[in-house]
């Protein structure tokens, strides 16, 4: 535009005198929105307008205030990406989830609820979603660790008090909760690995031993024949205390001899296994 087509432009050529033309309210800041926006001339302004005009009309989200209502904070969260109801999120458990780890299906459509209530997104749903997930995996691979370890601790000191008696305690305690537990409670046993925890087994042997082993073999072997450290030093004060033995076993001309040597003998590898 130049004075040849008529035009005079009023930002070039005026010397500012164009800011007196407008309304006072507005002068200053339309003359600080031209010095930003470092405008030299009329064409300037027009380009600087439209582009503001074109993003009023593209997509944009207006932020609700405090006194928003319903309708407005849904179509807030709407615009955002919130999905039309919390089934839309299809919220779903980790790609690798530990065998055993009590997921369920209840836990993640409750958390979608929550997540719709709350305006998120599917995507963050989903991440907040596998944080926690995450978050109980590793506490639950912790507890199962920290099971393990105990349980192996157990069986060191239950082998220990046991000594070569152990196998046979072990046989007896599960020949009675074989005998005795019913499909579910012996099924739940195993799946849970109480039937084989050190402290079930030092309950259920003891058990068993106010049962006669006639009693509960009944497949014709001798589930309780060895005996613990303990029990072995026990008997040992027993025979000693027992006149007709004590002769047998001091006297080398006394007729069972041999056999009360070989009985003490035998329960002293019994009762003082670490000797051997």
């Given amino acids: 535009m130049d004075d040849e087509q008529g035009f005079i432009d009023p930002i070039k050529d005026t010397q500012g005198a164009w800011v007196e033309q407008l309304p006072e309210e507005i002068r200053e800041e339309a003359q600080t929105f031209i010095t930003n926006k470092n405008i030299e001339d009329f064409p300037g302004v027009m380009k600087s307008v439209l582009g503001a005009q074109k993003l009023i009309g593209a997509n944009k989200v207006v932020v609700p205030g405090e006194a928003a209502t319903e309708e407005e904070l849904n179509n807030f969260y709407k615009a955002l990406g919130r999905p039309e109801t919390p089934n839309d999120y299809g919220v779903k458990p980790l790609d690798e989830m530990p065998d055993g780890f009590p997921y369920k299906e209840e836990l993640a459509n409750e958390f979608a609820g929550e997540a719709h209530k709350l305006g998120l997104t599917t995507k963050q749903t989903q991440g907040l979603f596998n944080w926690f997930l995450n978050m109980e995996v590793d506490a639950f691979n912790g507890i199962n660790k920290d099971r393990e370890e105990e349980k192996q601790n157990a ?110 003998a035998a329960l002293y590898r019994l009762a003082y296994p670490e000797e051997k």
């Fill in 155 to 264: 069986e060191l000191a239950l082998r220990k008090e046991f000594g070569k008696a152990y196998d046979d305690k072990l046989k007896a305690a599960q020949t009675l909760i074989r005998k005795y537990a019913d499909d579910d409670v012996f099924k739940h046993l195993e799946d849970t690995g109480f039937g084989n925890d050190p402290k079930v087994v030092k309950l259920i042997a003891r058990i068993a031993q106010e049962f006669s082993e006639d009693r509960l073999k009944g497949d014709g072997t001798g589930v309780f024949g060895a005996m613990s450290p303990q029990e072995a030093q026990s008997k040992i004060q027993e025979l000693q205390a027992d006149k007709e033995f004590s002769d047998a076993y001091m006297n080398k001309k006394n007729p069972g001899h041999t056999g009360a040597v070989e009985r003490m």
